[in-house]
């Protein structure tokens, strides 16, 4: 039986991959990436690597095997048929007849735009018939602490989410969570929903930036339309912009306050603060 993790050199992939690589033999350990000389120091280690592509079905021929467990990290191309790149995975996943096959999904909560290639490829996975696991991964503190330039610069936290809140998490956590069920049993068709033990305001996210650099960090409140356009000038597609300006309507109603517990159940100790990962992008 072997692990095997798409998307391994990604930011959430490669934490997965070097996870595991502290907890099982090195050769029970497959990272597929599109480019195997991005996961040399993965190799170098001892991980098995194969090179496949979402958007190439039959790279994923003979992948997988009876037997594997398989964490399908979702694609990051949001512009993009999400769902019938998953799909190419499930259905490979599905011929090889894999133990387990875990998903990184959304928060059942989200209603934003985001989260619908996410549902489609929930209702995919369920369909197939193979043994799943729906990891929710909520927000990432890595989502706001890196990029903290032209907070910085600006002294301003911007965004549209009012005085919602977010239930943020390190993205190692999330990894960690995803390690736990791939290395543990009884989680078969099991829906986790994941986030971090405490929720924050944008305010003080903002005083928080402010007592760890000595300055007068503000938090600048703007519409969802504003902050689509300060994400367009920043060289974003106006598409993509238009769907993470989204998400900050869904912070504002609440959507993105996980308080299950289920993260830290499943990693045995608490979710790493936001205080953390904001002293670390710091000192980066």
């Known amino acids: 039986m072997g692990i095997i993790v798409t998307g391994a050199t990604g ?18 350990v497959t990272a597929v990436v599109r480019s195997a000389g991005k996961a040399a120091d993965l190799a170098e280690r001892g991980a098995r690597i194969a090179v496949a592509d979402y958007n190439a079905p039959e790279t994923f021929d003979g992948l997988f095997a009876a037997g594997d467990k398989v964490l399908l990290i979702s694609g990051n191309e949001v512009a993009n048929d999400r769902v019938a790149q998953h799909r190419v995975v499930i259905d490979a996943a599905k011929a090889a007849g894999v133990a387990l096959l875990a998903y990184t999904s959304a928060p059942g909560t989200l209603s934003a735009a985001l989260a619908d290639d996410h549902r489609g490829t929930e209702e995919a996975l369920r369909d197939s018939g193979v043994p799943y696991v ?37 993205r190692a956590d999330y990894a960690a969570a995803a390690v736990a069920v791939l290395t543990g049993e009884g989680h078969a068709n099991t829906t986790y929903e994941l986030g971090g033990d405490v929720a924050w305001s944008f305010a003080e996210y903002a005083a928080e930036l402010s007592r760890q650099t000595g300055e007068t960090i503000a ?8 902050l689509t ?24 109603k609440g959507e993105l306050v996980v308080d299950s517990g289920d993260l830290s159940r499943l990693i045995g100790r608490p979710t790493t603060p936001l205080a953390e990962a904001v002293a670390a992008a710091l000192a980066n």
């Open 229 to 252: 356009g300060i994400l367009t000038g920043a060289g974003i597609p106006e598409p993509v912009a238009a769907v993470l300006a989204g998400v900050d309507t869904s912070i504002e």
């Open 11 to 28: 930011k959430l992939g490669r934490l997965v991959v070097e996870q595991l690589l502290e907890k099982v033999p090195a050769e029970q």
């Open 134 to 170: 729906l990891l929710r991964n909520g927000w990432y503190h890595e989502n706001y602490t890196e990029n903290l330039a032209p907070v910085l610069a600006h002294h301003a936290v911007v965004a549209a989410a009012g005085e919602g809140r977010v239930s943020s998490a390190s």
């Open 219 to 226: 938090y600048r409140r703007v519409t969802v339309e504003e």
